[in-house]
């Protein structure tokens, strides 16, 4: 994808006095931990009531204290006995229990998703009297766990998830600005368009972010170490050994290999892709040599923004070529998010293929998921050129006789050509604008969106 740019104005002082006012605007002035314990609270008597064995607790980042203002995200972990529940089907005896209105997730082990207001007490402001309450819509996300103490005990991937929880709040409990140092990482990844664990984005993970300030004790530590990552990064916050042998080849394979402390035999960061390390990696770069507020702003990439990138990268003459850009806009499909973004990135990245497979080679390109909107918007930077009539186009190696013998006869004008057949074909397409309108209506294309509208 393309690089975020922003336009940095002066700055504001020194990292502690921006660390300072950022905190200030990202921490919640509502405890959404004791306004949600009123709707888990309400989960507790239909389990009674039905025999189960289960305790219901609050995780993810609620939990730890490391959650951020504007966030309306709880997670629920449903621990079930192991002793007797141990043989069953833990998504449908959770599924009993729900609110009607709780719709299930598939996953390695279905969980499932309903919406709450709920009234959260905020401050008036420092120095103010009396508070006052604020109606936020939550999104509640029950998965059903075993009660697990031991990562050997694990059934399924979720079942460590609260053990992670526990981790980080043992070490929270012990240094409690850590919170703080995790939010403000939380929000940087945020802003530099390279959190979340999604099939889609391929980023930073919460749990990610938090063994990594764990690992080293601050924000600005942390973005320091990232300054000076270079090929594969291994972290190890085990103290075992063996622990990076115990992660699967396949696991540790990427750019950053994260042996997670409480199961030494996974790799934390396995879902993280090179873009996005890059990403965060330019990003801690430019704060170190420039701290500025700007680094915690979070854009939504608008036409208007790539627009400005694009104007700004064209003046800097970065795509070394007189360049055009064309903007695309797309309606996702019905579904849950992380399914229907995917399948607008498979759509981004066939585009890709195909263009380059017609002779278009992108100069800059990217794409970003709106969830509010359910839309992606897609830039792509080409040459503005007209391409020859025709192009070469490469047959078979001389050695696969019956493919040669084939080629032949279609292409009546074939030769040799390192050690291959090779022939002139006319161009289907000699503009980009001519490939892409032609490329929107694709079958691979339209089936994985609703909608598409290119500029």
């Known amino acids: 994808m393309a690089k975020k740019t922003v336009s940095r104005g002066r700055g504001t002082g020194s990292p502690d006095d921006v660390l300072r006012k950022t905190l200030n605007n990202i921490k919640p002035s509502g405890d959404m931990q004791k306004a949600a314990a009123t709707v888990v609270e309400g989960l507790r008597q239909p389990a009674r009531k039905a025999g189960l064995d ?101 059934k399924n991937v979720t079942d460590m998830s609260p053990l992670h929880v526990g981790y980080v709040l043992a070490a929270i409990a012990k240094r409690p600005g850590l919170a703080d140092e995790i939010r403000l990482a ?51 916050l085990s103290g075992r050994k063996d622990a990076l042998l115990a992660i699967d080849k396949s696991k540790r394979q990427g750019p950053l290999v994260l042996v997670d402390p409480v199961q030494p035999g996974r790799n934390a960061a396995a879902a993280l892709s090179q873009e ?60 849950k998010d992380d399914i229907v973004a995917t399948k607008l990135k498979m759509a981004h990245e066939y585009l890709l293929r195909q263009a380059a497979l017609q002779g278009f080679e992108p100069l800059g390109q990217g794409w970003e998921y709106d969830r509010k909107k359910r839309s992606g918007l897609h830039w792509l930077v080409f040459a503005d050129e007209t391409l020859p009539a025709t192009r070469e186009f490469d047959g078979p190696p001389l050695r696969a006789t019956k493919d040669v013998t084939a080629f032949r006869k279609k292409h009546r004008d074939a030769r040799e050509k390192d050690g291959r057949l090779v022939a002139t074909v006319q161009r289907k397409f000699r503009t980009p604008e001519e490939f892409l309108k032609a490329a929107l209506k694709d079958p691979y294309v339209k089936g994985r969106m609703k909608k598409a509208r290119l500029r």
């Open 54 to 154: 289960v305790e219901f607790m609050i995780g993810g980042s609620v939990a730890k204290g490391t959650d951020l203002e504007g966030d309306a995200d709880v997670d629920v972990f449903a621990r079930f006995s192991p002793k007797k529940h141990a043989g069953d089907d833990l998504s449908e005896l959770l599924a009993r229990i729900l609110p009607k209105d709780a719709e299930r997730v598939h996953g390695s082990r279905d969980y499932f998703q309903f919406r709450r207001k709920l009234a959260t007490e905020k401050g008036t402001g420092e120095g103010a009297k009396g508070k006052r309450t604020s109606a936020v819509d939550v999104l509640f996300e029950v998965v059903p766990v075993l009660r697990i103490t031991d990562p050997t005990q694990a």
């Open 186 to 236: 939380k929000r940087f990844c945020k802003a530099a368009k390279c959190y979340g664990a999604e099939s889609y984005i391929n980023g930073f993970s919460g749990h990610v972010i938090d063994l990594l300030i764990l690992k080293h004790g601050s924000f600005q530590e942390l973005l320091a170490a990232a300054a000076k990552w270079k090929g594969q990064v291994v972290i190890d």
């Open 276 to 335: 996005k390390l890059d990403l965060f990696r330019e990003a801690a770069k430019a704060w170190l040599k420039r701290p500025e507020q700007a680094f915690f702003d979070v854009v939504v990439s608008s036409e208007q923004t790539v627009t400005g990138w694009f104007e700004w990268e064209r003046k800097k003459n970065r795509f070394g070529a007189k360049p055009r850009l064309f903007l695309i806009r797309t309606d996702a499909a019905d579904g």
